[in-house]
């Protein structure tokens, strides 16, 4: 695991990935600083990061889109079959250094509050707890890149999915004071979701009766449930997605909240999608 | 070392391998050959863990690599068909990642980098981006990979694919060094290739193993054994009456060349075929009708070849044309398929220098 997650840092450090990707983040970052915390005169640095994690939709797919991809598209992916190490060592591996590469310019960032603090009052425990909650936030969404890398060979495509999936997850929550409140919305909602999930077991597997199976199993509770008792659907799917939305558990932060189950959550992601991942790679060898 | 038992793949309804069975002892230089699609890369690919089986065991050295994969792994150092480099790295920088995704660490890293670079004499090289490599070295990068840490086993996947002529006497040379010390399985569909390195041979062909041989007892195993090749300046009836007054003659192709020459063609299950030549020497002497080029061609392993892999396609299609004609059309179609014409020239200078 530390023989790819050593390779892997020299190849972001000897590209430019991951000057790219420090560069943006810090140019985020200082816009965002010199328009709330020094033009506006306000204290909170937590508004700064409030502010740049839009940013994340355009850089996140930027750092990951190559990371598994690329591997695929030079047959290197081979060299890392035949070597006597665990597909969940070559992930892990792989997610920590992208983890490292995005550190760089969270320590740089980290120094802002401290610099703002010698001009006025900054507290601090609010901007470092947002800090924490940005870095994961930052880290599930370059878990979910990393999953949408390991799906195909072109990093293009993998990038193309990556951003329109996260600017879906960013406003998740504007769309959900749009969605059906109504029980057969959500029911409408739920079935689409089922057929999606169908789809995606069909092309991870490719295996039609599993796909199926799974799709009409859960059409049939989503049904079941919507008979048995309707009013329990009401206002669900608006739910479901607020839910879902990574950076409105990180809003928790910015307002001031120290939300240890919005940390469960990040964390939760971030493992749920770096298996999926191992999934994808493994799936590899079986078809 | 190596023992594979009722290998099966299958890839949705294809079957690219069927119900394979080899074993493989410790040491030697082996080669796996067969016509493109034959699933000489599936076979390597599920043998070193790059790829499941549907059915059936793989052991390299006692360690099921389905079931203990890590240990089998270690004992195997692998070159696919595209050497898997990352273009952005030198050579000496690649090998330092893969010795220690092998385990390798410190001094032993540092000896057995440098051991490998000497052995594949990439010395020049090393600190050069692999992207700006030749195709040549960039092989030996690859094979340098495959030796790192010292594995029993190498499996090279095509390994002279696309070089020069030069590159391939230096990369055979090379495996043929590396077998005085590991256990070689090298794939190839160039025939002379394999006949001039391999200490045995697999013939595989639809996934399913037609042979496993020494090349010279696969040759041996020929059915159309011998064939003398002569010039004659007798017309072709003349030609045709003299082998008839031959008894031990019984099967022969004559065709008629320009200033009324006949070349013919004999087949010969005499085990003495040079006592054949006598006694076509003397019988056209008798006739006044000089012979005027004669050669006797041993059945070599590209005859073998072709036999065991098109024997099945051509029960398949009946209506094809069967025996020396059907083989004739087939060889040039065979020779198209080793895609690089360098490998192509290498073939056809090898043939010759074994004919002479």
């Known amino acids: 695991m530390t023989a790819i997650w050593k390779h892997e840092l020299s190849g972001y450090f000897h590209s430019l990935t991951a000057y790219i990707f420090s560069a943006f983040l810090l140019v985020f970052v200082g816009i965002g600083s010199m328009l709330y915390n020094i033009q506006s005169a306000v204290a909170n640095f937590e508004y700064v990061l409030r502010f740049v994690c839009l940013g994340f939709v355009v850089i996140i797919p930027i750092l990951t889109m190559r990371v598994i991809a690329e591997e695929r598209k030079l047959k290197t992916d081979q060299l890392l ?12 591996g792989k997610y920590l250094a992208l983890l490292v590469v995005y550190l760089v310019p969270l320590s740089v960032i980290a120094l802002y509050p401290l610099i703002f603090a010698r001009f006025g009052e900054v507290y601090l425990p609010a901007a470092y707890g947002s800090l924490l909650a940005f870095f994961l936030l930052g880290a599930a969404l370059i878990a979910v890149g990393t999953f949408i890398s390991s799906l195909t060979e072109n990093q293009g495509f993998a990038a193309g999915i990556a ?7 960013y406003y998740s929550v504007s769309l959900a ?13 739920l079935l689409v979701i089922a057929a999606a ?40 799917l608006p739910d479901i997605m607020t839910r879902l939305s990574l950076f409105e558990q990180f809003y928790t932060f910015v307002n001031g909240v120290f939300d240890l189950t919005s940390l469960v959550y990040y964390v939760t992601v971030i493992i749920f999608f770096l298996f999926l991942s191992v999934q994808s790679l493994e799936k590899r060898r079986y078809n | 070392m190596i023992t594979v038992e009722h290998l099966t793949k299958c890839y949705g309804d294809f079957m690219a391998v069927s119900d394979l069975s080899f074993e493989i002892g410790e040491g030697h230089v082996y080669g796996f050959l067969g016509p493109n699609g034959a699933g000489k890369s599936t076979t390597m690919n599920i043998m070193t863990g790059c790829l499941s089986a549907t059915e059936g065991k793989v052991k390299i050295g006692g360690c099921d690599i389905f079931e203990e994969p890590e240990k089998a792994k270690r004992l195997i150092g692998y070159l696919p068909e595209q050497p898997p480099l990352y273009m952005n790295e030198t050579p000496a920088e690649y090998l330092r990642f893969v010795g220690r995704a092998k385990g390798l660490k410190g001094r032993e890293l540092a000896t057995q980098i440098g051991e490998v670079i000497e052995q594949t004499k990439i010395e020049d090289v090393k600190n050069r981006l692999i992207a700006t490599l030749s195709k040549g070295y960039r092989q030996r990068v690859g094979i340098a990979q ?5 594995p029993k086993v190498i499996i090279l996947d095509e390994p002279t694919v696309g070089l020069d002529p030069i590159q391939i006497i230096e990369i055979r040379d090379l495996i043929r060094q590396l077998g005085e010390k590991h256990t070689v399985i090298l794939s190839s569909h160039i025939l002379s290739e394999v006949q001039a390195i391999c200490e045995k041979v697999l013939i595989i062909a639809h996934g399913k193993l037609q042979a496993f041989d020494s090349p010279e007892n696969l040759e041996t195993l020929l ?22 007054g031959i008894s031990q003659i019984t099967e022969w192709e004559c065709s008629v060349q320009e200033e009324a ?21 003397f019988a056209f002497a008798d006739r006044k009708k000089a012979i005027l080029e004669l050669s006797s061609r041993k059945a070599n392993l590209e ?19 069967a025996g020396k004609e059907a083989e004739n059309e087939q060889r040039p179609a065979e020779k198209k398929e080793a895609s690089e014409k360098t490998a192509e020239s290498e073939v056809n200078a090898d043939d010759s220098n074994m004919e002479a």
């Open chain 2, 146 to 150: 495959a030796l790192l840490g010292n």
């Open chain 2, 223 to 244: 059915r159309s054994s011998n064939e003398i090749d002569f010039l004659t300046e007798a017309g072709k009836e003349e030609t045709e009456e003299i082998l008839s």
């Open chain 1, 163 to 169: 951003i329109p999936v996260i600017l879906l997850n």
């Open chain 2, 261 to 281: 020459l006949s070349r013919v063609s004999v087949k010969v299950d005499h085990e003495k075929p040079r006592e054949i030549c006598r006694q076509l020497f």
């Open chain 2, 303 to 321: 005859d073998v070849f072709i036999e065991l892999t098109e024997g099945e396609a051509l029960q398949e299609m009946p209506q094809e044309p």
């Open chain 1, 197 to 236: 999930i169908g789809f995606v077991i069909r092309y991870m597997t490719r295996n039609d009766n599993l796909a199926f199976g799974v799709s009409i199993l859960l059409i049939l509770a989503v049904g079941a449930l919507y008979l048995a008792d309707s009013s329990k659907l009401e206002g669900l």
């Open chain 1, 81 to 92: 079959y035949s070597l006597p190490i665990k597909t969940w060592q070559i992930v892990t």
């Open chain 1, 177 to 189: 004071e749009h969605v059906s409140a109504t029980a057969f919305g959500t029911v409408i909602a």
